[in-house]
């Protein structure tokens, strides 16, 4: 009977996770359709998703946290929605003052972003699968964070379709993950 209610919480757990993964995926595909069609010519909309994508990711952290145990017992998604969340005003502040300074942020954002959904997918590794992208979405985020912030310091003046390749970066890995345990579900079961 343990054994039983084990596995079916592990089962809601992967639904959860596969929902979670897609509905990501989604918002960053959107996120980055707009940014590259709309973002580029209406600069009051580019910031909105400049401010909109980190605000996003700090409340899906939360979301994900909680319906995993909560905050106390997820630490780095904690730390990842406390990040993002400063990240998002930030990227307000920024916008008052150069697009350079906007980059910036991001890449702080991205650098440490990427650090903690790496340890996220590394401590879900053995129990939900679908982890490698996570962590390779993880550490490739930490690296185009640096990138980021060296061209912060360039003399291009840098736009949000500058950053949308991070995004649609996600949306990759998001959609991988989400549909590797859709399969791997199906070949369980």
Known sequence: MTERVLEDRRTDGRRWLTTYYFARAAFSIVWVVAAFTLGADLPALAGALLIVYPAWDAA??????????????NPTQTLNAIVSTVTT?????ALGSSMFAVLGVFGVW????????????????????AQWAMALSGAQSAIVGITFLIKASGSVVPGVADIAPYAGFGAFYFLVSAVWL????????
């Open 110 to 129: 991205a650098t440490l972003s990427g650090l903690f959904q790496l340890g996220t997918a590394l401590r879900r590794w053995k129990s939900v699968g």
């Open 60 to 73: 899906a952290n939360v979301v994900d946290a909680r319906r995993n145990g909560g905050l106390r017992a």
């Open 182 to 189: 859709v399969v791997s579900d199906r070949r369980r079961g």
């Open 89 to 93: 005003a930030a990227v307000a502040v």
